[in-house]
T-cell receptor
């Protein structure tokens, strides 16, 4: 069974802290994604990775960085957390091919920055 | 311009009735895919249905069907015989294949509430 896991369901951090959100998939997918979800805005792409050590900025990369040292693991890093990064963060993965291949999502991490 | 527009922030439907959730999209790509996801209150995103831009038939998956009108750039989700468990957020999303954008672009979502 397909599985994407995220390290925490809920996280509370203080302003200025460095925050790591971890995502692991067991499907040998090449593509991995980080989205944030905010009410009324849907899901917005922060970063994605199409291979180990390869990454591209999404639509809202400011304030975030990512790391992909192994194929199965994609980390999102908030270098200095701010209150406007309070949100739900969703990781997803997908095989590389074009066509009718959906993204598989993790359960999400609800991050609160105080 | 918004790539994906869902104009219904919230919808109510009676149990056992059909409901249509609207989605319009904007792209200049010839090849693209349209997806619908369901997000229950637990938060996980559940894939429901896919429609490719070159698919001539409307996609169907059980009680879900996608009413694809290419000229109007609309991809409405139809849920037949609503059940209480259908209460959730529903997101329409698009992947533009020509531009090579691998990620999905999502709409703002519609919250569906099924009433007994």
């Amino acid at each position: 069974d397909v599985k994407v896991t995220q390290s925490s369901r809920y996280l509370v951090k203080r302003t200025g802290e460095k925050v790591f959100l971890e995502c692991v998939q067991d499907m040998d997918h090449e593509n991995m994604f980080w989205y944030r979800q905010d009410p009324g805005l849907g899901l917005r792409l922060i970063y994605f990775s199409y291979d180990v050590k390869m990454k591209e900025k999404g639509d809202i990369p400011e304030g975030y960085s990512v790391s992909r040292e192994k194929k199965e693991r994609f980390s999102l890093i908030l270098e200095s957390a701010s209150t406007n990064q309070t949100s739900m963060y969703l990781c997803a993965s997908k095989i590389h091919s074009r066509g009718p291949y959906e993204q598989y999502f993790g359960p999400g991490t609800r991050l609160t920055v105080t | 311009a918004q790539k994906i527009t869902q104009t219904q922030p919230g919808m109510f439907v009676q149990e056992k009735e059909a409901v249509t959730l609207d989605c319009t999209y904007d792209t200049s790509d010839q090849s693209y895919g349209l997806f619908w996801y369901k997000q229950p209150s637990s938060g996980e995103m559940i894939f429901l249905i896919y429609q490719g831009s070159y698919d001539e038939q409307n996609a169907t998956e059980g009680r879900y069907s996608l009413n694809f009108q290419k000229a109007r750039k609309s991809a409405n989700l139809v849920i037949s015989a609503s059940q209480l468990g259908d209460s959730a957020m529903y997101f329409c999303a698009m992947r533009e294949e020509d531009t090579g954008r691998r990620a999905l672009t999502f709409g703002s979502g519609t919250r569906l509430q099924v009433q007994p």
